[in-house]
């Protein structure tokens, strides 16, 4: 039952953390399909690559149960991540320990550093452009769809643009799919007409559909914060889920999102706010979530190891007790 409390930030009655905690599983659990493979995506770039990046299949069935999904599901999951390349699996007795490939790790990290990074300063007002049209007409999908996780839009049909592209992970791509030397990237910049290239960027981008799922993301879990804010203790269990749903959602909007300085977005963006709120609510769960991955998880040596320390420099930096490993 909702608390007569009142937070005066948000306006909002005050829910028990596990009473939020458990609207967030059971509409997680109430979807048509539920995307077991996503989530066990979420759970292995957020829980376990900083933690040594391998884990217990068993262990894996039994924090999965949490969100509805069944032990078959998730065996039916892992398979077929470890088909598509992004897991592998070692056989230790009748035990199947999984762990990322080295194509897996690269796109984790390249994702984390989107989904847990700080957004771009200043803008230069430049430009990075990719000529597409000297490319095989079968190498040209792939670098479409490739780039455009990366934020890079359609200007035409065989240019792909993004303002402030992260040109590490824009040459580690070209690499992976073997157009590094045969892909022409220029620079420029806006001459004049800031205005037809902020709507330029609203049609290419779609923005309003990614602005709307942002402000979905902050209605669904603006009163999550407010039921664990200035909480001492939260349970490792509800922790755990708060997190993963939390890193789950986020991710499925920013992914989407191709972190566009705020020159060329519109004036009531709600990316920012979501930024805020995930960066604060992760603040509030995560170190209960860890401790509940002390217990609930293993490798092949015991419990999982203690985060990395690039694990500890998400979002900006995270206050957490114990050491940390070097990894």
Known sequence: MFEKKRIGLYGLAVMSVQRACQRLVDEFRSRPTLRAGSLITTVFGDAVAPRGGTIWLGSLIRVMADFGINERLVRTSVFRL?????????????????????????????????????????????????????????????????????GFGPLSADVLAHPSPDLGDLDVTLRRLGVADSLVVLGGRTIRGDRAMRQLARDCWNLDDIDARYADFVRRFRPVYAAVSGKSRIADRAAFAIRTLLIQEYRKVLLRDPLLPAELLPADWHGAAAYRLCRNLYLAVHAAADAFLDTAMETADGPVPPPSRSFLRRFGGLEQTGKASDG
């Open 82 to 150: 470890a088909k598509d390349g992004w897991l592998q699996s070692t056989q230790i007795g009748r035990r199947s320990y999984y762990s990322l490939t080295d194509e897996g790790r690269e796109r984790f990290e390249q994702a984390t550093h989107r989904i847990y990074g700080e957004p771009g300063g200043h803008w230069d007002g430049n430009w990075c452009l990719l000529l597409l049209s000297a490319l095989d007409t079968a190498d040209k999908e792939p670098v479409r769809r490739e780039c455009g996780w990366l």
